[in-house]
């Protein structure tokens, strides 16, 4: 099956400094990709919908300057969470959707941030 | 606006007893649903989904799922629970839109 992977699987910065997360699409092309955020025992909340080559769409009450999404080629997104704040530690999930318009959308196995 | 539903934050049953998991969407249009399962500190794994035909889905690891239009529910089933089944459950739901809505998840603790 589709595989999406995730770098770093899990990382630990100090606060103040700025994290990048990259979201690669393995065996197939991702026209879309999505940034979802977890926090301990709850559910998935989407972040930011991004389109290659396009400006990512953000959720309402996401700061897209804080949360930079590039997605630059069909199988390569990355979200950077600038001037990380001990708040922002959460695991992120990216997850993407490939050319063909299947109906799954296949996700990574997340990113463990730690802001200290 | 789409949205889905999962009642049980906990769900509690004895090793080898069916379960169930319970799911209610709400859409503008036809649903496309979604069950992923997900381990601790880890990514989401897919379970089954609904698009379109037989209402009774089967999916990986003797999952089921029935689709209810009329109840407009898509309960997660499986007939003998295993100790490995104890995990994290989102139903999803994914209108004539974009992107995907989780539910809140359901913890299931499979007891030996």
């Known amino acids: 099956g589709a595989v999406v992977s995730q770098h770093p699987s899990w990382v630990i910065c100090k606060s103040g400094t700025s994290v990048k997360i990259e979201c690669r699409s393995l065996?197939?092309?991702?026209?879309?990709m999505f940034w979802y955020r977890q926090f301990p025992k709850q559910s998935l909340m989407l972040m930011a919908t991004?389109?290659?080559?396009?400006?990512?769409?953000?959720e309402q009450g996401v700061e897209k300057d804080k949360f930079l999404i590039n997605h630059a080629s069909l199988t390569l997104s990355t979200l950077t969470v600038t001037s990380a704040h001990p708040e922002d530690s959460s695991f992120y999930i990216c997850?993407?959707?490939?050319?063909?318009?299947?109906?799954?959308?296949?996700f990574g196995p997340g990113t463990r941030l730690t802001v200290t | 606006a789409q949205s889905v539903a999962q009642p049980e934050d906990q769900v509690n049953v004895a090793e080898g007893n069916p379960l169930t998991v319970k799911c209610t969407y709400s859409?503008?249009?036809?649903?496309?649903l979604f069950w992923y399962v997900q381990y601790p500190n880890r990514g989401l794994q897919f379970l089954l989904k609904?698009?379109?035909?037989?209402?009774l889905v089967k999916g990986s690891y003797g999952f089921e799922a029935e689709f209810n239009k009329s109840q407009t529910s898509f309960h997660l089933k499986k007939p003998s629970a295993l100790v490995s089944d104890s995990a994290l459950y989102f139903c999803?739901?994914?209108?004539?839109?974009?992107?995907?809505?989780f539910g809140a998840g359901t913890r299931l603790t499979v007891k030996p």
């Open positions: 991004s389109n290659e080559g396009s400006k990512a769409t953000y």
């Open positions: 065996d197939f092309q991702a026209t879309t």
């Open positions: 859409v503008s249009g036809n649903p496309y």
């Open positions: 999803a739901v994914r209108d004539q839109g974009y992107d995907m809505r």
């Open positions: 609904y698009i379109t035909g037989d209402n």
């Open positions: 997850s993407a959707r490939d050319l063909t318009g299947s109906y799954e959308q296949y």
